[in-house]
């Protein structure tokens, strides 16, 4: 599967914007899928996972309670509804896919994830 996020921008502190992440490919229904950030001079984190069905969602606690993760599987795209931004959101973000296995499911860890979007840029002033 490939990924092509977008949505990124300049946007003031307490502003909204709406990633979104594209793919290509069949079975996008069967793909787990996830947000992680990268700030310059940072390691990559994880911001929010979404499962295949989408009834359950993760969510990094620097995040909880202002982004949301969705999915629509008709349009093959996976979202991230990010509210009441903060200049410490500035990053670029990722979008990641893994194919549902039976297993575990570390939504957090970058190595559970086998495909990766090429990253959108998120600029958040004070």
């Known amino acids: 599967v490939q990924l092509q996020a977008s949505g990124g921008g300049l946007v003031q502190a307490g502003a909204s914007l709406r990633l979104s992440c594209a793919a290509s490919?069949?079975?996008?229904?069967?793909?787990?899928l996830g947000w992680f950030r990268q700030a310059p001079g940072n390691e990559r984190e994880f911001v929010a996972a979404?499962?295949?069905?989408?009834?359950?969602?993760y969510y990094a606690d620097s995040v909880k309670g202002r982004f949301t993760i969705s999915r629509d599987n008709a349009k093959n795209t996976v979202y991230l509804q990010m509210n009441s931004l903060k200049p410490e959101d500035t990053a670029v973000y990722y979008c990641?896919?893994?194919?549902?296995?039976?297993?575990?499911?570390?939504?957090?860890?970058?190595?559970?994830?086998?495909?990766w979007g090429q990253g959108t840029l998120v600029t958040v002033s004070s």
């Open positions: 490919g069949r079975s996008f229904s069967t793909y787990d």
């Open positions: 979404i499962r295949y069905s989408g009834i359950s969602t």
């Open positions: 990641a896919a893994d194919r549902f296995t039976l297993g575990p499911f570390y939504y957090s860890d970058l190595r559970q994830y086998d495909y």
